[in-house]
């Protein structure tokens, strides 16, 4: 039997035969505002599962309890805020058991500050990987808004669980059928923190001061939502700026899907969602240029 070599047609070789070079992505710069090609995020969408397996495996890697801490620090913060808030301070919570008032809260809370917090430092801590691959950057804070997901998901679950109980046990709950409203909820909550968190990642590759900003002043948002107290202890003055927050109406509607408390107020919904919209392609936008030349500030 005969052995050949065949090599590889590369572009050199291919102008010699006659034939043009044939190339599997052609990389070029982006030139319109609107040239956002976020086609491409499909295209790399097994980098983006590999990046979500990487950030949830990773968050709890090296502990001794691992992924049991999705469970536990909840609960721990439910059983701290049910104590402080509803026993000692006796702030009221519209009828609702305490414990699945705050449970739910501190559930919607944990996924929009987590997603947010972790996009807003995109550029400066994957700067080692950006500067030696190319790949759409938005990869990065998409895989952690779908990696915190799977937290979420862990969480809701045993948040129905004690729903359950509390309904067999005859507490005063009332679940209803906006609870079908839910898969729309979750994703203006995770559209709001990923645009949140592009946009200050993209400022803080020039303004270092940004990343020492969202720790505080994600604690200081969580105050100006209806998270440890109903909107309904809100006086009647404030609580229209309340509802400007697009947080406020997504909580009040879990709430009311959840529990039967709170308010479902469709018009802030729709106002909320349109705000959302407008900061989510902000964020990409900025985002999308700021990528370009990152690499020369960070």
């Given at each position: 039997?005969?052995?050949?070599?065949?090599?590889?047609?590369?572009?050199?070789?291919?102008?010699?035969?006659?034939?043009?070079?044939?190339?599997?992505?052609?990389?070029?710069?982006?030139?319109?505002?609107?040239?956002?090609?976020?086609?491409?995020?499909?295209?790399?969408?097994?980098?983006?599962?590999?990046?979500?397996?990487?950030?949830?495996?990773?968050?709890?890697?090296?502990?001794?309890?691992?992924?049991?801490?999705?469970?536990?620090?909840?609960?721990?913060?439910?059983?701290?805020?049910?104590?402080?808030?509803?026993?000692?301070?006796?702030?009221?919570?519209?009828?609702?058991?305490?414990?699945?008032?705050?449970?739910?809260?501190?559930?919607?809370?944990?996924?929009?500050?987590?997603?947010?917090?972790?996009?807003s430092s995109t550029f400066t801590s994957n700067a080692n990987l950006f500067g030696k691959v190319y790949f759409p950057?938005?990869?990065?804070?998409?895989?952690?808004?779908?990696?915190?997901?799977?937290?979420?998901?862990?969480?809701?679950?045993?948040?129905?669980?004690?729903?359950?109980?509390?309904?067999y046990q005859g507490s005063s709950v009332t679940p209803n059928v906006w609870i079908l409203a839910t898969p729309l909820l979750l994703v203006m909550m995770a559209m709001l923190a990923l645009g949140m968190g592009v946009i200050v990642s993209a400022f803080t590759?020039?303004?270092?001061?940004?990343a020492v900003v969202v720790g505080f002043g994600t604690q200081l948002l969580m105050f100006v939502t209806p998270i440890v107290y109903p909107l309904s202890t809100v006086p009647p003055a404030y609580r229209g700026w309340m509802m400007l927050n697009p947080m406020t109406p997504i909580v009040e509607a879990f709430r009311y899907a959840f529990l039967g408390t709170g308010s479902f107020d469709l018009p802030m919904l729709a106002i909320s969602a349109a705000t959302i919209s407008v900061l989510l392609l902000v964020g990409v936008l900025i985002f999308t240029r700021i990528e370009r030349t990152f690499m020369d500030s960070v």
């Amino acid at each position: 039997m005969e052995t050949v070599n065949v090599s590889p047609i590369t572009a050199e070789s291919a102008a010699v035969v006659g034939d043009p070079p044939r190339w599997d992505m052609v990389i070029e710069p982006k030139g319109r505002l609107f040239d956002l090609k976020l086609g491409e995020l499909w295209h790399y969408r097994d980098l983006v599962y590999l990046f979500v397996w990487r950030d949830f495996v990773a968050q709890y890697k090296q502990t001794v309890l691992g992924p049991a801490w999705h469970v536990i620090q909840p609960l721990i913060t439910t059983l701290v805020f049910t104590i402080v808030f509803s026993k000692i301070a006796r702030i009221p919570t519209d009828g609702a058991p305490p414990f699945l008032f705050y449970m739910l809260g501190t559930m919607l809370w944990g996924y929009f500050s987590g997603v947010f917090s972790a996009t807003s430092s995109t550029f400066t801590s994957n700067a080692n990987l950006f500067g030696k691959v190319y790949f759409p950057r938005l990869a990065v804070p998409v895989a952690t808004l779908f990696s915190r997901l799977i937290g979420l998901a862990i969480h809701l679950t045993f948040f129905l669980l004690f729903l359950a109980w509390y309904l067999y046990q005859g507490s005063s709950v009332t679940p209803n059928v906006w609870i079908l409203a839910t898969p729309l909820l979750l994703v203006m909550m995770a559209m709001l923190a990923l645009g949140m968190g592009v946009i200050v990642s993209a400022f803080t590759t020039r303004y270092r001061d940004l990343a020492v900003v969202v720790g505080f002043g994600t604690q200081l948002l969580m105050f100006v939502t209806p998270i440890v107290y109903p909107l309904s202890t809100v006086p009647p003055a404030y609580r229209g700026w309340m509802m400007l927050n697009p947080m406020t109406p997504i909580v009040e509607a879990f709430r009311y899907a959840f529990l039967g408390t709170g308010s479902f107020d469709l018009p802030m919904l729709a106002i909320s969602a349109a705000t959302i919209s407008v900061l989510l392609l902000v964020g990409v936008l900025i985002f999308t240029r700021i990528e370009r030349t990152f690499m020369d500030s960070v």
